[in-house]
């Protein structure tokens, strides 16, 4: 079965830059899209099709992909930045979604 | 403003059945292609079922294909779940997911109703 792959967890200081990756080999033929999910809360789309930001969303939030690896990238990471973070992708019928396991972002 | 409004969750024996509702406002749901999405206590988000604006196309996880059920009325502005032969490791909040503009992912997202298999 498909799978996306984050690091279970990662941690950064405010005004830092956090770095979420999210790989898998389908990845350079489908689109990646991210979300945020804060505690008690559902989840809100940060970044589709791997760098597209929704109206909304801070202009502190980006995307990027590289071969198998996309990122999501936090610059001068906030307090209220810290989130669970999942990445999603069909896979490669497209006949269904994938979410990676999630990463948790602690803000130091 | 958008909302996505669930109900029909509960408490539920392992074997029973139960039948989720999402109720859209806001956007155009009859040109929405629609989800359904769970996520079980302290766990991650798992995909479960899509159907597309029209209801032509339908796709499941493993997991639930065969006992749940997808489905959409756009004259009265509703998603459905129809949830069968349902087991202790269904436990969790279903969410309802839309997207508005095809290729921008999951854009508007439910608050989520609990479904607890229990006896």
């Known amino acids: 079965s498909y799978e996306l792959t984050q690091p279970p967890s990662v941690s950064v200081s405010p005004g830092q830059t956090a770095r979420i990756t999210c790989s898998a080999d389908?990845?350079?033929?489908?689109?990646a899209y991210w979300y945020q999910q804060k505690a008690g809360q559902a989840p809100v789309l940060v970044i589709y099709?791997?760098?597209e930001r929704p109206s909304g969303i801070p202009e502190r939030f980006s995307g990027s992909s590289s071969g198998t690896t996309v990122t999501l990238t936090i610059s001068g990471v906030q307090a209220e930045d810290e989130a669970d973070y999942y990445c999603?992708?069909?896979?490669?019928?497209?006949?269904?979604?994938?979410f990676g396991g999630g990463t948790k972002l602690t803000v130091l | 403003e958008v909302q996505l409004v669930e109900s029909g969750g509960g408490l539920v024996q392992p074997g029973g059945s139960l039948r989720l509702s999402c109720k859209p406002s806001?956007?155009?749901?009859?040109?929405?292609?629609m989800n359904w999405v769970r996520q079980a206590a302290g766990k991650g988000l798992e995909w479960i079922s899509y159907i597309s604006h029209s209801g032509g196309a339908i796709f499941y996880a493993d997991s639930v294909r065969g006992r749940f059920t997808i489905s959409r009325d756009n004259t009265q502005n509703s998603l459905f779940l129809q949830m069968d032969s349902l087991r202790a490791e269904d436990t969790a909040i279903y969410y309802c997911a839309a997207t508005t503009v095809p290729g921008k992912g999951f854009d508007y997202w439910g608050q989520g109703t609990l479904v607890t298999v229990s006896s």
């Open positions: 806001g956007f155009t749901f009859s040109n929405s292609q």
């Open positions: 099709k791997d760098s």
């Open positions: 999603q992708s069909p896979d490669s019928s497209s006949s269904y979604w994938v």
């Open positions: 389908a990845l350079p033929k489908q689109y």
